[in-house]
């Protein structure tokens, strides 16, 4: 008869040699993420957003999005949409006080009026698009999620960890399995799921390195519900960019960024 003591030891054994199988954590993972972020918050990006329907068809937009490192504060950020006729002037800021602490609006030249938008619809599509507002919303505060590696395995011919994230506060989604280039520490894959049901999935391709900064140019966002999907493709970006607070106004937003 094995002795229960012996069988326990092994357990615990093998516990640790899947825990020390990995050089990182999974919150290790992420804060390098956060620091590649937090790097790139000064920029300036145009790009065009294709939307895809079920049925084939098609909708372009082109759009310009501001950023500002705002220490003491997190971040600072405007997204204006330029076209098609309907959208233009449209736009999006965000005043994030701390990573977690965020003030959100939306402004719609149609109606002549910025509206707040809650923290509670950061998940909801932004602007119609499979992409979600806090898609556009910079980085997040790392203590509201926990982070567990799954395993290690190549995406798109580089070599990642496959972090599992899960929010701690309830989201639109339970939790997301994140595909993290090694030393890059950029997404290459995302797949959000409501319980066991993925429900969204995004792939980052067309890697580039800008001023040092990995930047992928072309992201896919795909709603596995709908069977819509939305290319953003970056036509240009610029980092360390150094805009004045008033662009990042409720004014600036009313008026398209000038």
């Known amino acids: 008869m094995i002795d229960a003591r012996f069988v326990l030891l092994l357990l615990i054994l093998a516990a640790m040699s899947v825990q020390s199988a990995y050089a990182m954590n999974g919150r290790d993972v992420y804060e390098k993420v956060q620091e590649l972020r937090t790097r790139a918050l000064d920029r300036k990006t145009e790009a065009t957003m294709e939307l895809y329907d079920r049925g084939g068809g098609k909708r372009t937009r082109t759009l310009t999005e501001y950023g500002r490192n705002a220490s003491p504060e997190a971040y600072k950020a405007l997204v204006v949409f330029n076209s098609p006729a309907d959208l233009k002037g449209v736009g999006f800021l965000i005043?994030?006080?701390t990573f977690s602490d965020r003030d959100l609006w939306a402004y719609f030249p149609e109606y002549r009026r910025v509206r707040r938008i809650p923290n509670s619809s950061q998940d909801d599509s932004f602007f119609g698009s499979d992409f979600s507002y806090d898609d556009f919303s910079?980085?997040?505060n790392l203590n509201d999620?926990?982070?567990?590696i799954l395993r290690e395995?190549?995406?798109d011919g580089k070599d990642c960890?496959?972090?599992e994230v899960k929010p701690k506060e309830r989201r639109k989604y339970t939790s997301y399995i994140a595909w993290v280039a090694k030393n890059l520490w950029i997404h290459t894959k995302i797949d959000y799921y409501q319980g066991r049901d993925l429900y969204r999935s995004g792939v980052f391709r067309d890697m580039r390195n800008i001023?040092?900064?990995p930047t992928p140019f072309r992201i896919e966002m795909q709603n596995l519900k709908t069977r819509h999907r939305t290319v953003l493709k970056i036509r240009n970006i610029r980092y360390r960019t150094k805009f004045s607070d008033e662009l990042f106004s409720q004014r600036a937003l009313e008026r398209g960024g000038r």
């Open 138 to 140: 910079g980085p997040p």
């Open 161 to 163: 960890y496959v972090v």
């Open 153 to 155: 395995e190549k995406f």
């Open 211 to 213: 001023d040092g900064i």
């Open 145 to 148: 999620y926990s982070f567990k």
């Open 95 to 97: 005043h994030a006080h």
